[in-house]
């Protein structure tokens, strides 16, 4: 892939001054809030480690004088007074050692704010994925926000607060270095400040060519990652290893390497370049300020210690300037990467709607009336004119081949979509307007995917409820009802025992444990009056899977239920069946209703019936 140029990039740098900063001011309130004593220590120790080294120039300046008068007396009297010298080195001595321990202190707190600030900036990102919507995590470009976010942004604003300080020590050491050196010559000023600015506009320049490339090559970034979990997860590796995948996969993981090495490797080499021949600028000022120096002394116009602390000054301010340009440089480049950073904190996010948490027919069940929904960039509808009542006591069954709309009908009835017309209703209540907890407290999904958390089995279970998650009464109940309880029984630890390999001692389980500790976790919520079932019995055999379910329907006679299922033999035991082709409802009925009815439903089950004959 080419290099992406600045005149077609989506996402240019920011251009004005004010927009390239704008993060600086957000950065330095994380800091504040995440801890006051530190930052104030941190702006304290900035402030010494600025103000010092110009005492130790003029120290220096001191001790040099002194010695050139002792030497004097000591050739004209044969004895010299040296106890001030000495005054003078104890206390540059005691300056070095401030200075010392204000460097020390200061790494101090930058190790410190970098633990607070990336645990406190993870937790922001984490937080603002519980306010997302589904849609968000079924979008890649979302992906790609989330991936730059998450690789920089939880060591940038602490890098930014860390160059304003170093800025700050830098702009303070540089006046005092100009108060001194003022009195030599104006111009030394303009020289030392003007010699660094050549360098500073390259690393400006290619920090925002290598911001451009971080956010072009987010996708491949991902895929890397994704590469990573396959090869090296054990939910993946019985695959890799049995189709022989992992040669084909590493090619594909160097050849993204390849091609993103490729253009770091253009970047730096220009970038070193650059910065290399317009260093030179800056040091042909130094030497030529040094030259102009020493001939000043030489010719009697300054002293021996005012030379030497001239030129300890010009080269401590060089390299003062150098600093505070690349401080600069760095807080831009800081800058564009927590961009990234308040790009996903800020993704908007709909209010949530409702505050009701009941309806005004209670009884009346769940009602779609004509419900239509297309997933976003999609151009045909997923589900269209949608309508159904289920009532409490009822049992409904939706039958339809993969990707007809079922799953989809489940999300929406959960709230993780919203229909693009029609409405769903709960007890005669739209569902946008029940408060969202109320709701989901009503309703108990498994769906074929469910979460197998590498967590404790009871956990596991209560993970189902976040009221009574650590509930081991409840556990015990719903693993009872979930027919999980006969195999947690034969566990080493019970309902303390790890599951998954992750973690040392973790057990794993067969995939019909796993479906039962599911099915317990829907049963946690006590109060729900709908249970879901979406095919999470699906990699069992016909006879397991009709004896959870009729254990399941046994346990439900007074909710509502829904099953998908691809066995007719347990779809039959449903009160309604609804037959969905293309998202739209082709056929309705019981079972002998639909088989009289001689149509699609009918021809499913003879050919499903003849395949067991």
Not at 46 to 75: E, K, S, Y
Not at 101 to 122: D, F, P, Y
């Amino acid at each position: 892939m080419k290099y992406p140029d600045l005149a077609t990039d989506t996402n240019p740098p920011p251009k004005r001054f004010s927009d390239v900063f704008r993060y600086s001011r957000r950065a330095l309130e994380l800091v504040w809030t995440t801890s006051r004593r530190l930052a104030l220590i941190f702006a304290l120790l900035t402030l010494i480690a600025g103000v010092l080294p110009a005492a130790v120039a003029w120290i220096g300046q001191l001790i040099v004088d002194g010695v050139v008068t002792a030497m004097g007396q000591h050739q004209q009297t044969g004895s010299a007074d040296t106890s001030f010298v000495m005054l003078f080195v104890a206390a540059e001595a005691g300056v070095i050692a401030l200075i010392a321990g204000s460097q020390r202190g200061i790494s101090t707190c930058q190790a410190l704010l970098r633990a607070l600030m990336g645990q406190r900036i993870n937790l922001m990102i984490l937080e603002k994925a519980l306010t997302l919507k589904l849609a968000h995590f079924e979008d890649s470009e979302f992906y790609d926000k989330l991936t730059r976010a998450r690789r920089e942004a939880s060591t940038r604003p602490l890098s930014l607060v860390t160059r304003t300080f170093g800025l700050v020590q830098n702009g303070i050491s540089l006046i005092s270095y100009a108060l001194l050196l003022i009195q030599f010559s104006p111009w030394t000023v303009l020289i030392l400040i003007a010699g660094g600015i050549p360098e500073f506009l390259a690393e400006a320049k290619f920090s925002g060519d290598k911001f451009r490339l971080f956010r072009w090559r987010s996708p491949d970034t991902r895929m890397q990652m994704y590469l990573e979990t396959v090869l090296a997860r054990e939910d993946y590796v019985k695959e890799v290893k049995l189709f022989h995948l992992g040669p084909k996969l590493l090619q594909r993981y160097r050849a993204i390497f390849d091609k993103l090495f490729t253009e770091d490797r253009k970047l730096t080499l220009r970038r070193d370049s650059w910065g290399f021949f317009l260093g030179l600028i800056g040091t042909s000022a130094f030497y030529g300020a040094y030259a102009w120096i020493a001939l000043s002394a030489i010719q009697g116009a300054i002293s021996l210690g005012q030379m030497t602390m001239y030129l300890l000054l010009f080269k401590q301010g060089q390299s003062a300037v150098s600093a505070s340009l690349s401080a600069i440089s760095g807080m831009y480049e800081d800058n564009l990467y927590l961009s990234n950073l308040y790009e996903y904190l800020e993704q908007p996010v709909p209010d949530q709607q409702g505050q009701l948490r009941q309806g005004p027919q209670p009884g009346d069940g769940v009602r779609f009336e004509n419900v239509t929904f297309s997933y976003p960039d999609s151009e045909d509808p997923a589900l269209q004119e949608v309508s159904l009542q289920l009532k409490p006591g009822e049992s409904l069954a939706l039958v339809g081949e993969n990707g007809s709309g079922k799953t989809t009908l489940i999300k929406l009835l959960t709230r993780l979509y919203q229909p693009d017309s029609g409405r769903i209703l709960l007890d005669g209540l739209d569902l946008q307007q029940w408060q969202a907890d109320a709701l989901r407290q009503r309703i108990g999904v498994i769906f074929q995917d469910f979460g197998r958390y590498q967590f404790l089995v009871g956990e596991n279970i209560g993970a189902g409820d976040m009221n009574h998650f650590d509930d081991r009464h409840r556990w015990q109940q719903a693993a009872e009802m979930g027919m999980a309880e006969p195999f947690i029984d034969q566990l080493p630890d019970k309902y303390d025992t790890q599951l998954g390999k992750w973690f040392k001692g973790g057990r794993e389980l067969s995939g019909g444990q796993w479906q039962k500790i599911a099915l317990a976790r829907a049963f946690m919520r006590v109060k729900a009056d709908l249970l879901v079932l979406d095919e999470p019995t699906a990699t069992m055999d016909a006879a397991a899977e009709a004896t959870i379910f009729e254990h399941f329907r046994d346990l439900s006679r007074t909710k509502m239920t829904i099953l998908i299922s691809h066995r007719f033999s347990t779809v039959r035991m449903a009160d309604q069946i609804i037959v969905i082709d293309k998202g739209r409802i082709v056929e309705r009925g019981s079972h002998e209703e639909l088989i009289a009815l001689g149509g699609q439903y009918a021809y499913l089950f003879s050919l499903q019936a003849e395949g067991y004959r």
